[in-house]
């Protein structure tokens, strides 16, 4: 399905359109056991959850007229009440009579909500009519768990939902690409009643971090991670303490980090803390993408205001850039893409400055004064392993500051090409070992040899690396490789992997933002969590 760019003009309500309060966070209550759930609501309510959602359909032993007592009137959240069928993804089996006569009784008793299926709403909401006590809302659902419909089709269910009696439509989808989560943007920033628009799986998470900012009535966050109520939900304390839920607004504007796969970026914790440790109206999200042009055209909007790029799109993302940096444009690569007011995109690559600085002030430890304006590497033999986008970045930056540069790859035609663009030397990774024209080099590992699962492995020997003054390895899962060990015990000076991480994100925060990056809370939250 094709999606329609998703413009500016799409970020504000039509007239008529439905304003609605800030979006709430209901968390779904898994249990198997009345107790358990009771257990989980009063977790919600710490955590600082909205609403609990009782799944009815996960009790073994669901006895109507106690338990729905007991979970209501007991509930320190108000309550939406389900009881999800098989044939709408739920877990209930049973008789159909029973299930909808469970969720009257939950109304009757003081559920502020039920949620009923597009499928039987008709004809339920006729069952409840002028029996609906004065603060009690029908959510009417549709699950569709193959694919994102077009917008048309949306628009058509929607209306289908309303024409039941519905006081709030709830449509979840499923996504095949990011994309899909734009024609749900639309149908909840344009709808003319409550809506809880939903893109389930991993590419459809933005519609639930970004549900307050497109108009969202509610969003789910699960207790814990195991307990996810379907596919691609977050943790509720993910949404409020990771992505700053409660801070997101209409004219929030949003970053983030594109890739694949990208679940494991900690970018989405450090710009998060620095944008609201200084007031700045913005979120920092993780977006999974396929398709990069697909992305850039589809989220053109300017409140779309920036990335981070990771792999492997840092090459195929230059294509879709407006303006590329003098630097990036020779590495071939961007890390940093930049959406101007005007709409054009940016691009820089702040991996090489990561490095390259990091390696340098390594330098100044051993080395002391260095005289003002001139690089500690000037001069210095430099070997970098690898050839692919960080090791173009390290290879350009070292000769940019006037080193020696030896390209290692494991195909000598790839470094060679490289080398051969900075008037260095290329060999194989092979030749590396008992390559020692002197003393006092530096090394850089650009390739993935070390990092987890295999963290035995090294790039090069132990006895290889006497050669080394300082050496500086990408890799940082682990922090610590074997590579890097090996360097200590060797008497090197070492530069970890996320030193360059690090680096390279007050740059990119600084072209996001014009602002200094605040360094010391960087370095507490990745000590912390990386």
Request: hydrophobic residues 40%; proline residues 5%; contains cysteine.
């Amino acid at each position: 399905m094709g999606s329609l760019p998703f413009t500016t003009s799409d970020l504000h309500t039509s007239t008529g359109g439905f304003v609605s309060s800030p979006t709430l966070l209901c968390t779904p209550l898994m249990g198997t056991t009345v107790d358990q759930m009771l257990i989980e609501m009063h977790k919600a309510k710490e955590i600082g959850s909205d609403i609990v959602e009782i799944r009815l359909d996960c009790l073994r032993n669901f006895n109507p007229s106690s338990d729905l007592q007991i979970l209501i009137k007991h509930s320190p959240l108000p309550t939406l009440v389900t009881y999800r069928p098989v044939w709408e993804g739920g877990q209930y089996e049973g008789d159909e009579t029973k299930r909808q006569d469970a969720l009257r009784s939950a109304m009757e008793l003081g559920a502020n909500y039920i949620d009923i299926e597009l499928e039987v709403a008709h004809d339920f909401n006729n069952s409840i009519y002028e029996k609906k006590p004065d603060n009690f809302k029908v959510i009417v659902s549709s699950h569709n768990f193959h694919n994102t419909p077009s917008s048309e089709a949306i628009g058509n269910l929607v209306a289908r939902i309303q024409a039941t009696g519905a006081d709030i439509v709830k449509i979840a989808t499923t996504a095949l690409d990011i994309t899909d989560c734009a024609r749900i943007f639309q149908i909840t920033v344009h709808s003319q009643v409550p809506t809880i628009g939903i893109v389930m799986g991993e590419r459809g998470l933005i519609s639930r971090l970004l549900s307050p900012k497109f108009g969202g009535y509610l969003t789910y966050g699960a207790l814990e991670a195991g307990a996810i109520s379907a596919p691609g939900q977050p943790t509720a304390r993910d949404l409020l303490d990771l992505y700053n839920f409660r801070l997101i607004r209409p004219d929030t504007k949003v970053y983030g980090i594109i890739g694949k796969p990208v679940g494991h970026s900690k970018s989405p914790l450090l710009f998060n803390a620095a944008f609201k440790s200084v007031g700045l109206n913005a979120v920092y999200v993780h977006f999974l993408v396929d398709d990069v042009e697909k992305f850039f055209n589809t989220y053109s909007s300017v409140d779309f205001s920036g990335c981070s790029c990771t792999i492997p799109h840092k090459e195929a993302a230059l294509k879709c850039m407006d303006e590329i940096d003098s630097i990036a444009k020779k590495i071939g690569a961007i890390n940093n893409i930049v959406r101007k007011p005007d709409g054009r995109l940016v691009a820089f690559n702040t991996d090489y400055i990561g490095s390259i600085s990091g390696i340098e002030d390594g330098l100044r430890g051993l080395n002391g004064a260095i005289p003002a304006g001139k690089s500690p590497l000037a001069g210095k033999l430099f070997v970098v392993l690898g050839a692919g986008g960080a090791g173009k970045s390290l290879v350009y930056g070292a000769a940019q500051k006037g080193a020696r540069v030896v390209c290692a790859n494991r195909t000598y035609e790839r470094a060679k090409e490289l080398a051969d663009k900075v008037g260095g030397k290329a060999m194989t990774l092979e030749e590396v070992e008992n390559f020692h024209p002197e003393e006092g080099m530096i090394l850089a590992n650009t390739t993935s040899v070390g990092m987890k699962p295999n963290v035995d492995d090294t790039p090069i020997s132990k006895q290889a690396l006497k050669h080394y003054c300082l050496v500086f390895d990408a890799i940082y899962t682990p922090k610590e490789t074997r590579l890097l060990r090996e360097a200590k015990e060797t008497g090197a000076e070492v530069v970890y992997g996320t030193e360059m991480l690090i680096r390279q994100a007050f740059e990119q925060y600084k072209n996001f933002t014009g602002l200094p990056a605040p360094e010391e809370l960087f370095r507490e939250l990745m000590e912390k969590h990386a």
